[in-house]
């Protein structure tokens, strides 16, 4: 069996899996607000406030890696426990959040 995956994953490699076009679920998980703001266009928006009602819209993910974004990491990694917890081993908080992609990945990017 292989090893469990690191809860986190930097910016650059997320980038990396985005240019790949690796089968992954990038995973925006603030709130509409924040996303209407400035987001990742690859991402799909499902609010941590939302995601009890809404897990089964990542059924199709349920064995594939799934990246969890927020605005800095707190909620992503939370998001990221929660989804490990019920069923999808491959979860992972991007680390440093939208505010460390407009540093790292594309610095024009609105920040708030």
Not at 3 to 10: A, H, K, R, V
Not at 42 to 55: G, I, Q, Y
Request: one cysteine or more; hydrophobic letters at 40%; glycine letters at 6%.
């Amino acid at each position: 069996m292989s090893s469990p995956l690191p809860w986190e994953i930097d910016v650059r490699s997320v980038k990396q899996k985005l240019d790949a076009k690796d089968d992954f679920l990038l995973l925006d998980c603030r709130e509409k607000s924040e996303h209407d703001t400035v987001n990742i266009a690859a991402a799909k928006l499902l609010p941590m406030s939302e995601l009890t009602t809404r897990a089964g819209e990542l059924e199709a993910y349920r064995n594939k890696p799934i990246v969890v974004h927020c605005h800095h990491g707190g909620r992503s990694m939370r998001v990221a426990q929660w989804l490990r917890q019920n069923g999808f081993p491959q979860a992972q908080s991007m680390a440093g959040g939208i505010h460390q992609w407009a540093d790292e990945i594309e610095p024009g990017m609105v920040k708030y």
